[in-house]
């Protein structure tokens, strides 16, 4: 009989090796890219910082990258602050929770490029929600302040985030022993105490979860920023995409994602070194 | 609990204007593919199935649908492979450097798509390989692979191994055993592992935008799309058509999935 | 029974990392007994059983069955066959193919199939139960099929792991008598780890009581209540008031001790007894006390006390004494033959004592 360690490792190398190569080959190639250069088609394989020199000081890159952070830390707030009551009407106010994880669920499969379409229709100039404001007399010009800027950004992430929020908070929720509260208010605290006291740092974790799981990827966003952003709305990783398309500079693009990459990592650990810190000294 | 309920009367209602919220986008795509006009406002112009009718004749959406067919089936297979045989592991075994592992599986979950999609088009360019569905097929099983992992957990985890121990017992092999007892047991989780890595690359945009080269796939067809406003009804009966096949996928792999957890008892 | 030997395990040794599980266990098991392995959860009876299927791997020691050595024999070519606590029933096959599971491997006739997972049915009393689902079947059934499905193989040796603890308290007493019955029929060696004593010392032929990874005793029921090897074991099994005392003589198969509270006694040997120092131990069962308003005679030992606490078990009463020297209170039981409780707690009472009844438990 084979060891107990050497069957799992067996069973799970696989899938790790996979997953392992798939991001440390691809990331060593490129930090390797970083340090050349190219014009037009052709790489210079010379090394040189110049790609980090140039991204470092131009103010386009400075202002996209905190654009990039800032927005995806308003998008993180407005999905977790929407979906914490949902999860807690779910975790709690009804008897029907099956259903409801199945509703939030299934939006969320729906072609996500789709979807951010379907916003950008919804907030337009001619789009759906002046067209229907109009009709209904309740303005007489369409609104122009809800396509093309960082709140369309933000309220489209915000929606196709909702799950990714919703199911790691209710998780936690879900684990809170009922008999806690219960003791709470035993021991005097009003509801509202209670939930300050109780139920919101034992959801530390899962708000953290939830955080991360939303402003890491929100980041590198792409097809948002392109969609709804406009020109006040793009961010860091459409001069990414720039570099890798139409300015065929790969080498750029590169140095690109690794300065964000390593951004969204400081502020990631950042902001979990601050939440757990907050969790613990509620008393 | 109850004792609780009468607190934030308000959060029901909430509850309710969240849903809209959730599915005003997703179900405007198929009213508007119903209407009788190329602008996407109120008021509906009248009925029309002519922007359905007209999808059959587009070649090229035909074959996007293909490309995105394949890639979806071959990543689906693959990731859920991988997921199977590394989930048997978490859950039955202990082993050096396994949450390591189990972290580290999950990791595409959380690496920013754009960062994805460039260090593997770079990747896959040195080593040789150019943009093509194969390619796209490498990346996709690597983003569904978490999804892949976490189902069959949770299918392993409702099942008890001493059913294996028994058949083992009874004198059946070890592939015997996996054959006639753990398969059968474990398969309503596989066939939602299937469906559901099957949905997230049928889905996926950002990386096929980068690796597939002159091969698109849907999601990259319909980008190609967008951008011309006479072709938006088109393709708002194209993604009405696709809004309801990935529902009816979920909906069978909710069904599947839940089958697993009966038979555990 | 008889007395051919069907196991032997010789010093058989398991770790976890530095967690010894298993310590020299070395045992022999005769063919056709019924034979438990008893102690408190966590002192790794179950992995002895799992070693002896061949589930569970280990460091040292051997192990044959029916002569054989089972080293490098895996558990699906061992003759063993398992009960397994959870019954491990297989969800999604009817109750026929679980049975016929394993016979399915052997290439047998379709008929000769059929004929022996009809029998196994009919002596699990589950005749014409074949076509039932997996989840149909309550939890008596579940164990039957278990039972049918390990027996039909017919295993020189029949693994019991906890085949009971998943019933309630009524189907366990019955499934009790129904398994030492039905091994008495076929005549193999059927091996049950458990951890309650009744259970153990209803069904089993001989019991092995293990602690802590270690084989202390083994022994039929009435010898392990009657002689039990040390403090452990007699704690073990059945209530005992445990009284330190001092060895003044040793004559043979005679001690004098001064034992505190009851002074001066002579008791016999108890040949289990592995170590013996001057300080002692002796126990005496709550059963095995006389109790009375005034002193009684005819009693090897008296003593004077004060009921501190008494308890009403339905079958019997037990008072509990406090006594002039001990530290804890005895412990009486008095069987409850007119439904009276005689005494009240602050009552002067005496206990009696024979010398015959006290046993001797070795260093104290």
């Known amino acids: 009989m084979r060891s107990e360690a050497s069957k799992g490792l067996a069973l799970s190398a696989p899938a790790s090796l996979y997953v392992g190569a798939l991001v440390s080959i691809p990331l060593g190639i490129l930090v390797v890219y970083s340090f050349w250069t190219q014009t037009y088609v052709s790489i210079d394989k010379t090394f040189t910082a110049v790609n980090y020199r140039e991204a470092l000081t131009d103010p386009l890159v400075r202002h996209l990258l905190v654009r990039s952070i800032f927005i995806a830390g308003m998008v993180t707030i407005a999905t977790v602050a929407l979906a914490y009551p949902i999860a807690y009407f779910i975790a709690f106010r009804t008897q029907k929770k099956t259903l409801w994880l199945l509703l939030i669920t299934i939006p969320f499969w729906s072609s996500y490029l789709l979807r951010v379409f379907s916003w950008k229709l919804i907030l337009g100039f001619n789009g759906v929600l002046n067209s229907a404001l109009l009709s209904l007399n309740l303005i007489d010009q369409p609104l122009t302040f809800l396509l093309y800027n960082e709140l369309a950004v933000v309220l489209t992430l915000a929606h196709a985030w909702a799950p990714f929020a919703i199911l790691p908070i209710y998780v936690s929720l879900q684990k809170i022993d009922p008999s806690l509260l219960e003791a709470a208010t035993d021991l005097g605290l009003s509801p509202a105490e209670s939930f300050f006291r109780v139920t919101l740092p034992m959801t530390v974790p899962g708000i953290v979860a939830a955080s991360l799981i939303i402003f890491i990827p929100t980041v590198g966003d792409y097809v948002t920023p392109a969609l709804v952003g406009g020109s006040e709305g793009k961010m860091i990783a459409n001069l990414i995409q720039v570099q890798f398309g139409a300015a065929n500079n790969w080498p750029l693009g590169a140095t690109l994602s690794l300065i964000a990459m390593v951004t969204v990592g400081l502020v990631a650990i950042l902001f979990v070194v601050l939440a757990t810190t907050a969790g613990r000294r509620i008393r | 609990m109850t004792r609780f309920r009468r607190y934030l009367p308000g959060l029901p209602a909430y509850a309710f204007a969240y849903l809209v919220f959730l599915y005003t986008p997703v179900l405007l795509l198929p009213v508007f593919s119903f209407n009788d006009g190329t602008i996407v406002a109120f008021p509906l112009k009248g009925l029309t199935l002519k922007w359905y009718a007209q999808l059959g004749a587009q070649e090229t959406l035909i074959r996007a649908l293909f490309n995105s067919l394949i890639v979806g089936g071959i990543a689906a297979l693959a990731s859920t492979s991988l997921g199977l045989f590394a989930a048997r592991a978490y859950v039955r075994y202990r082993f050096p450097a396994k949450e390591m592992s189990e972290g580290l599986v999950m990791l595409p979950l959380v690496i920013p798509g ?152 | 029974m008889s007395d051919q030997n069907i196991i032997e395990l010789k010093d058989v040794e398991k770790r976890f990392g530095s967690f010894v599980a298993v310590s020299d266990l070395t045992l022999s098991l005769k063919q056709g007994e019924f034979f438990s392995l008893l102690g408190p959860s966590g002192c790794g009876k179950t992995t002895a059983l799992r070693i002896i299927a061949g589930f569970q791997d280990h460091e040292k020691g051997k192990i044959t069955i029916d002569g054989v050595p089972m080293k490098d024999i895996p558990a699906n070519k061992r003759p063993t066959n398992m009960v397994f606590q959870s019954y491990a029933i297989f969800p999604h096959l009817t109750v026929f193919n679980n049975v016929a599971f394993g016979l399915r491997k052997s290439r047998l006739s379709k008929a000769e199939l059929d004929q022996r997972v009809n029998e196994a049915l009919d002596m699990v009393e589950l005749t014409g139960m074949g076509g039932r689902k997996a989840d149909e079947l309550s939890g008596g059934q579940r164990q039957r099929v278990a039972l049918a499905r390990a027996l039909v193989m017919q295993p020189k040796v029949l693994l019991l792991d906890e085949p009971l603890s998943a019933l309630d308290k009524n189907l366990r007493e019955a499934m009790q008598l129904e398994l030492r019955r039905l091994q008495q029929s076929i005549g193999i060696t059927f091996v049950m780890v458990t951890h309650d004593q009744y259970e153990a010392m209803t069904m089993s032929d001989r019991i092995g009581v293990m602690f802590e990874g270690k084989l202390m005793q083994v022994d039929r029921p009435e010898v392990l209540y009657a002689q039990p090897c040390n403090r452990e074991v007699a704690a073990f099994i059945g209530g005992m008031n445990f009284v330190p005392a001092e060895l003044i003589k040793e004559d043979g198969d005679q001690l004098q001790i001064k034992a505190a509270g009851f002074g001066t006694l002579n008791i016999d040997v108890n040949p289990n007894v592995r170590e013996r120092g001057s300080a002692l131990l002796i126990g005496v069962r709550p059963e095995q006390l006389e109790i009375a308003a005034t002193k009684p005679e005819g009693y090897d030992s008296t003593i004077e006390g004060t009921i501190a606490n008494v308890a009403f078990y339905g079958e019997s009463v037990h008072y509990y004494v406090e006594v002039e020297g001990l530290t804890d209170v005895v412990s009486v039981a008095v069987p409850n033959y007119f439904h009276t409780v005689d005494y009240k707690s602050g009552d002067k009472v005496w206990l009696g004592l024979q010398n015959s009844s006290i046993i001797d438990l070795g260093k104290g």
């Open chain 2, 114 to 265: 754009i960062i994805v999609a460039s260090s593997m088009l770079i990747m896959f360019v040195s080593i040789g390989l150019k943009p093509s569905l194969t390619a796209v097929i490498l990346g996709h099983t690597f983003l569904a692979l978490p999804f892949a992992v976490s189902i069959m957990k949770s299918a392993f985890d409702e099942f008890d191994q001493s059913l294996e121990e028994a058949a083992y017992d009874l004198g059946e092999t070890i592939i015997g055993t996996f054959r006639r007892v753990t398969l059968p047991i474990v398969s309503p989780g596989i066939i939602a592992s299937l469906l559901v890595t099957f949905t997230v690359s049928f889905d996926e945009f950002v990386l096929a935008f980068f690796l597939s080269g002159n091969q698109p796939t849907l999601p990259v067809y319909i980008w190609s799309q967008i951008r011309f406003p006479a072709k938006l009804p088109n393709t708002l009966a194209l993604g009405s058509i696709l809004l309801l096949a990935s529902i009816l996928l979920l909906v069978v792999a909710e069904y599947f999935r839940r089958r697993t957890s009966k038979t555990s008892i």
